[in-house]
């Protein structure tokens, strides 16, 4: 079949980046299943924020569920290609230091603070009575994560969470590597934020590091009780709005005190 050449080259922008996507999905959420729950399952049990295992059938949904929300973002990385044609380019450019080395490694951190706010915004939207069900309630079936769950959305989450993507490389002049690099930083954030198992020292949220980034136990108690803790990279938005969950700091002392010390 003859595809003209646009379309041709927005399927395989489909292809490419869900492949690319799959692939640190795959390796990163393995590595952390392969490492909590299977290597290091006993010695890190007291470190396990849900004292019960994930639930029978639970990880193979986890699974399916992401592998649609992988094609979905691959989709609309496509969709980017497609309207090329039209005049509407991306803000994507070459060389690597064309706008200085400072901006190439500055622009990864603005995608990170703009996807935060981005994030904080539509999780909070899609907790409304209205949108939960349809949108949000896939990814909340578990409410035991594992690293498996991290892209376990429907599939009108899944494009909410891809527009990401297009809101980035149409607004923020970076090369595609730096784009790159803040794809890895959130996948693996993503999968630490689900992974099931608090990896932090117990001392962590006394630091200003600790106070201003989000745990796996930050992440574990939204799943637990969904009013609170919307938070994706930094437990910022959380403290402006005053929806953190006022029990985190006893939880995290329980799972990383001297009982739950690994």
């Not at 399927?11 to 640190?24: I, N």
């Not at 393995?30 to 290091?40: D, P, R």
């Not at 649609?68 to 070459?94: C, E, K």
């Not at 994030?119 to 309630?137: D, E, G, N, Q, S």
Request: charged share 15%; proline share 7%.
């Amino acid at each position: 079949m003859n595809l003209p050449a646009p379309l041709r080259r927005a399927l395989w922008e489909t292809w490419e980046f869900s492949t690319v996507a799959l692939g640190w999905y795959a390796l990163l959420a393995g590595l952390a299943w392969a490492a909590f729950y299977v290597v290091w399952r006993r010695a890190m049990s007291r470190r396990k924020i849900h004292p019960r295992p994930p639930a029978r059938g639970q990880v193979s949904r986890e699974v399916r569920l992401s592998l649609m929300s992988l094609l979905i973002f691959g989709l609309v990385s496509g969709a980017v290609v497609l309207i090329r044609p039209l005049g509407i380019r991306t803000q994507l450019y070459n060389p690597m230091d064309l706008h200085g080395w400072g901006w190439y490694y500055a622009s990864v951190v603005v995608c990170i603070f703009v996807h935060d706010a981005y994030f904080y915004a539509t999780h909070r939207l899609m907790h409304h009575p209205r949108l939960f069900r349809p949108v949000h309630r896939a990814h909340h079936l578990s409410n035991n994560p594992t690293p498996w769950a991290a892209y376990s959305f429907s599939a009108w989450e899944a494009l909410v969470q891809a527009m990401i993507g297009p809101i980035l490389v149409y607004a923020v002049p970076m090369h595609f590597s730096a784009f790159l690099l803040f794809m890895v930083w959130q996948i693996a954030f993503n999968v630490m934020g689900h992974c099931g198992y608090e990896i932090y020292p117990r001392w962590f949220l006394r630091t200003p590091l600790g106070a201003f980034l989000n745990t796996p136990t930050h992440h574990a108690m939204h799943h637990e009780k969904v009013t609170s803790n919307y938070g994706l990279y930094f437990n910022l938005w959380d403290g402006v709005f005053g929806t953190n969950n006022p029990a985190y700091e006893e939880r995290f002392a329980q799972v990383t005190g001297p009982a739950g010390e690994a």
